[in-house]
């Protein structure tokens, strides 16, 4: 069992962690997206932001869901693999390891900040659930009034598409479901491969060990037999251990050896120190280095990141005024100044992410709460509150930032579309995840009650959903 980490370390790798996990996202986006997320379209894309046309069902941020899923289920601990794939052969020493795919030996099983960072930070910040809702489950397909492209004051998509929408919802659950299955599955087999190298490990150190006693034993045979005995046994062809005295007579002339010095045999001695040696730890006197190092690099992560978007935000200032006039003007062909300020909101992104992340963790604990409700005769321990909640408040974020763009398209600076955009993307996006969304799914689809797991992911989806409608759905469709 991990000890609960300080927060100040908990928070040091939560931070880090959530800001790698948003630009990741981005990163992603732009690599499937790239050519529709141009103010004029040109190319083709894999996914298209539903925010700007009607794409079909492969929202923009559905290769980054998948990805962080499968991320998560390769970081999954022992106990997890076993109760996620109760028919799997895992090995039992497996079920003790944080991270199923490390030996158990390493300092890095233990550092519960690093896991917490991880799993939590990255994967959670990697994927999204209120840029999905919004996306394909709101504003286009069902509003059928969407967003200019970032920074211009081009029309939005027009008109809904119910069947797509649909798609749309359908692969968003499916796709990270398939992917937390494959990262788990890929972590079995990765504990399962660690297992047979060091099986084969302790079967080459045993043996040696066996041959270094067995050689031992040979050289105290030839050191207690008589050099008449040992002549005699090499001229008839036996070996030195058959001309040795008789065991009891050596132990004996051991026992009381000239020199009034008890003896220790050589062998005994070897069989003795391996054991003592095996049972060390190999890690144990360097598991602090490896944890301030792992917590060093945490630090240096959220130094350079923060330093960067802060010098690129400082920069983009002074370009700002030029890109609002170039965003005007009628041209097929964006000016630099209006290029850049298209990535502005990354780094607006980049910064408000460790914010949501936070909020995310410290709502986690409301998971527990429903359990103990005896609201409507109780059974509400399916209700997973606390990242219900998360999802809900980022959802809502969104749909308030993004009703803004709308009615205000083409009235506000590039500076506060980009403060807008990087709410969205940044402490929206890793407020809500995606990632421990459906590792929720997955233990509740394995209870005894496996109908749970369908009212959780209903209750989510249609809760967010509604929420758009509202929110996003009354600006845009009274917009004149």
């Known amino acids: 069992m991990l000890k609960t980490p300080p927060t100040w370390r908990a928070l040091l790798h939560l931070c880090a962690f959530a800001q790698v996990g948003v630009l990741f996202r981005l990163s992603i986006a732009k690599l499937f997206a790239g050519p529709c997320l141009a103010r004029n379209p040109q190319g083709r894309c894999v996914t298209a932001p539903a925010l700007s046309r009607c794409s079909g069902a492969l929202f923009a941020d559905f290769p980054a869901n998948v990805v962080g899923s499968f991320i998560i289920g390769l970081l999954s601990s022992g106990s997890a693999l076993s109760a996620a794939l109760p028919t799997a052969d895992i090995h039992p020493d497996v079920g003790d390891h944080h991270l199923s795919f490390l030996p158990a030996d390493w300092a890095l099983q233990r550092h519960g900040a690093l896991h917490l960072g991880l799993r939590t930070g990255l994967c959670g910040s990697l994927t999204t659930f209120s840029s999905w809702i919004l996306q394909v489950g709101v504003v286009v397909m069902m509003v059928g009034r969407g967003l200019p492209p970032a ?21 968003g659950v ?31 150190s045993d043996a040696a060990a066996a041959a270094a006693v067995e050689a031992a034993d040979g050289a105290e045979a030839d050191h207690h037999t008589p050099p008449s005995a040992r002549q005699d046994a090499t001229a008839a062809g036996l070996p030195l251990a058959a001309a040795a005295p008789d065991p009891a007579a050596a132990a004996a002339a051991a026992a009381t050896p000239p020199n009034g010095t008890a003896h220790v045999a050589i062998g005994t001695s070897a069989a003795a120190a391996a054991p003592a040696a095996a049972a060390l730890p190999p890690s ?82 409301l998971n527990a709460a ?12 399916w209700l997973q509150l606390g990242t219900l909640t998360a999802n809900l408040l980022a959802c809502c974020l969104n749909f308030v930032a993004a009703a803004l763009l709308l009615r205000l398209s ?3 600076s590039v500076t506060q579309v980009a403060v807008l955009e990087g709410l969205m993307a940044g402490a929206a996006g890793s407020l809500s995840t995606v990632s421990t969304w459906v ?18 992911g209903t209750v989510s989806i249609v809760a967010a959903t509604a929420l758009g409608l509202l929110v996003y759905g009354l600006p845009a469709w009274t917009q004149p």
Request: proline fraction near 6%; charge should be positive; glycine fraction near 10%.
């Open 370 to 381: 429903p359990a103990s409700w005896r609201l409507l005769g109780g059974g509400w321990g």
């Open 174 to 204: 499916c796709g990270p479901l398939t992917a937390l299955a494959a990262g788990q599955h890929a972590a079995l087999a990765a504990a399962a491969a660690l297992v047979a190298a060091r099986g084969a490990a302790k079967q080459l």
């Open 410 to 412: 083409g009235r506000l």
């Open 439 to 456: 590792v929720e799914l997955q233990k509740l689809s394995l209870s005894p009650s496996p109908s749970a797991a369908y009212k959780y």
């Open 284 to 365: 144990a006197a360097s598991a602090p280095v490896y944890r301030y190092l792992a917590d060093a690099f945490a630090a240096a992560v959220l130094l350079v990141l923060t330093t960067v978007s802060l010098v690129y935000l400082i920069r983009g200032d002074s370009t700002s005024a030029a890109a609002d006039v170039a965003t005007t003007l009628p041209t097929s062909i964006p000016s630099p100044a209006a290029a850049a300020a298209a990535y502005r909101f990354w780094w607006f992104a980049i910064l408000s992410g460790p914010a949501g992340c936070v909020l995310r963790w410290y709502l986690a604990p």
């Open 151 to 171: 920074g211009t004051g081009a029309a939005g998509g027009a008109g809904t598409e119910w069947v797509g929408a649909l798609w749309a919802l359908y692969l």
